[in-house]
């Protein structure tokens, strides 16, 4: 049986925002996983020695919520099995995210800034609702983490959303995740990569300042990949350890690969994963960045971005280059 670190299940690609940039494509009236699919999944593949975190995303994962209860209190019970969500906090409301803390299940919510930013980038509506689930988090008690989603719109308020994380203590991490121009985004959304190291710089003397004074601190992913920085690929996937399942229970090794068809695995029905080793070899960290004393932490960026933004598997991604380095100006 294959051992896995990360399995993402996109339980639909419905979804109510319709944004911008959506690697998945997805619209509003959009299809579902279904039980057997998902419940076929979850057990067939056993936890790699470092554990295995199960994603449930899409799509607007809670428009499938009784699935997602289901996924979760069946997955939670193995041994070495973490849940997790990432949604974009449609439908969560206080009962939901109790439960969700009751089962264990980390939770994630998408926000690219300010409302009237975040709407620019998804849709109308679409910042007040996270930042209602926020709100809510808080009097739960539920810490959860942020995922936003940098792009030439968005970068010019990371810094203020930054601040607005660090006021929130239901927010214990902060993910930058720059855009993958894949789905319905496109190459001409990224930033300029001089703003980009730039505002890097200003996030991370954001980031000290706040934490100054706040207690427990705010942590920010990158940040934390160049201060805990160690040797190995660059996530899961590229690992050998990573799979998403579609809600038509087609495998890939990564979501933002999802529907291309050079990169399917098979079916949870009939899996062909004997390519995985062969694409974690391909998706090794580029030769020309073995000498950069950054490599431990950017871990020679993601491999949809080299092969999109670079144009060449083999070659760095100038943009994450830049990313890491504004950060590092500052936190070294």
């Not at 009097?139 to 930054?162: D, F, H, I, N, W």
């Not at 690969?257 to 098979?266: D, I, S, T």
Request: hydrophobic share 40%.
């Amino acid at each position: 049986m294959v051992r896995l670190s990360q399995l993402v299940l996109l339980v639909t690609d419905a979804c109510p925002w319709g944004c911008s940039y959506c690697y998945l494509d997805c619209q509003v009236h959009g299809s579902y996983m279904s039980r057997d699919v998902a419940l076929a999944a979850i057990e067939m593949f056993d936890p790699a020695p470092e554990g295995m975190v199960i994603q449930l995303s899409g799509g607007e994962p809670m428009l499938a919520r009784e699935l997602v209860w289901e996924i979760a209190e069946r997955a939670s019970a193995r041994a070495g099995v973490r849940v997790a969500i990432q949604s974009s906090g449609y439908s969560l409301g206080m009962k939901e995210l109790v439960r969700l803390k009751e089962l264990g299940v980390g939770i994630g919510i998408s926000l690219d800034g300010m409302p009237s930013m975040n709407d620019r980038a998804r849709a109308r509506g679409a910042g007040d609702v996270a930042l209602r689930a926020l709100a809510l988090a808080s009097k739960a008690g539920v810490v959860v983490s942020v995922t936003s989603v940098l792009t030439r719109t968005t970068l010019p308020g990371v810094v203020e959303l930054v601040a607005m994380c660090g006021g929130m203590q239901s927010v214990g991490v902060l993910n930058l995740d720059l855009l993958r121009p894949v789905g319905r985004a496109r190459v001409q959304m990224l930033p300029e990569a001089n703003e980009l190291r730039l505002a890097m710089t200003r996030v991370a003397e954001a980031v000290e300042f706040i934490n100054s004074r706040r207690w427990p601190p705010l942590g920010v992913r990158e940040l934390m990949r160049l201060r805990r920085a160690s040797p190995g690929p660059y996530c899961a996937p590229a690992a050998g350890k990573g799979l998403c399942v579609s809600p038509d229970g087609r495998l890939y090794p990564c979501p933002s690969l999802v529907g291309l068809g050079e990169f399917e695995l098979g079916s949870v029905e009939q899996p062909h994963l004997e390519r995985l080793e062969e694409l974690a070899e391909q998706w090794r960290w580029p030769r020309e960045c073995e000498e950069c004393e950054l490599l431990s932490a950017c871990r020679g960026g993601c491999p949809v971005r080299r092969m999109v933004v670079a144009g060449d598997i083999s070659r760095h991604c100038t943009l994450e280059c830049a990313l890491y380095k504004g950060l590092a100006r500052r936190a070294r």
